[in-house]
């Protein structure tokens, strides 16, 4: 259940010994490098993980708030709206992440049955959550 990291500095012709990646968590897509050199990755709890030192030393952000029905459009808080979410950084800077929400989810109706889009300013510490024009199936 560990995730390990591995380093290359030749364009993957040679890597560094695998190191367990903590805290642990099931990453939910690719890890991004932000303009400021920080590396960040959503894990799948809805969250977000960073790096500052190039992957050597990891912080979790925000926190699962999945099942809570402040998750909706307009409102805000420590998680990302939806799982699996990819993240993208914006040309100002903030992060954006589009989650899924399962068809069972009562979380569906709220977002008009559409994608839910999270945008955080901080990083991943907290996020504003939106209705993408996405449709979610």
Known sequence: GDNLVRRSTDNGVTWSKAEVLSPRGEPAN????????????????????????????????????????????????????????????????RLM????????????KLFDLKMPVSYSSDLGETWQWAISESPSS
């Open 30 to 93: 690719n890890p991004i490098l932000t303009k400021d050199g920080v590396i960040a990755m959503s894990y799948d709890n809805s969250s977000l993980v960073v790096s500052r030192d190039q992957g050597r030393t990891w912080q979790s952000r925000g926190r699962d708030l999945r099942g809570n029905d402040g998750v909706r459009p307009g409102n805000s808080g420590p998680c990302i709206a939806g799982i699996h979410a990819p993240i993208v950084e914006l040309a100002d800077g």
């Open 97 to 108: 992440a589009f989650g899924r929400l399962s068809p069972e989810d009562p979380n569906q």
